[in-house]
């Protein structure tokens, strides 16, 4: 494949920005309810497991100390595991949003697909970030094998936002 992709940058267009928005706050409004459930969780468990060592006879079931540590445990790798997750994930689409960026890069199609059960039509392309891109009937029938086609992602969190 010896064609060099192309790759330049771009401002977000006013839908793009609002596709994102609407991303990012329905994905924040996910991560809280996430969070809330783990948290909860992490003071129900230590209680269901000290009425199973009621069951068990063992002295001293509820025992405070237990409970405050194994729910303090709980709830540091559920807070530990939610802030990773934002880290990879939501920080990389707020940054999108604050810079307003997107990148545009110039690919080949590699192969051509339609897929008969969904009628759809794909371009695989020979792209580091996405490997194949849906397109309508009427672009399948026009683009073939070795045309060039440009994607569009946000810069950072590669949130695919189109083809032309």
Not at 44 to 70: E, H, K, M, Q
Not at 132 to 137: A, F, K, L, N, T
């Amino acid at each position: 494949m010896g064609h060099q992709l192309q790759i330049y940058s771009e401002t977000l267009r006013a839908d793009e920005l609002g596709f994102l928005l609407k991303k990012e706050h329905k994905e924040r409004k996910m991560y809280f309810k996430v969070f809330r459930i783990l948290m909860v969780v992490s003071f129900i468990v230590p209680y269901i497991g000290a009425w199973y060592r009621v069951i068990d006879n063992v002295p001293l079931a509820f025992s405070y100390t237990r409970y405050f540590v194994t729910a303090g445990i709980l709830l540091f790798i559920s807070g530990f595991a939610t802030y990773a997750t934002y880290r990879v994930y939501l920080s990389k689409i707020q940054r999108d949003i604050r810079f307003r960026s997107k990148t545009i890069e110039v690919n080949h199609i590699t192969k051509k697909i339609h897929v008969p059960h969904s009628n759809t039509f794909h371009f695989y392309i020979d792209s580091g970030t996405k490997l194949s891109i849906e397109v309508s009937q009427s672009d399948f029938a026009i683009y073939n094998e070795g045309d060039e086609v440009s994607i569009e992602y946000s810069t950072y969190s590669r949130e695919y936002l189109g083809y032309f």
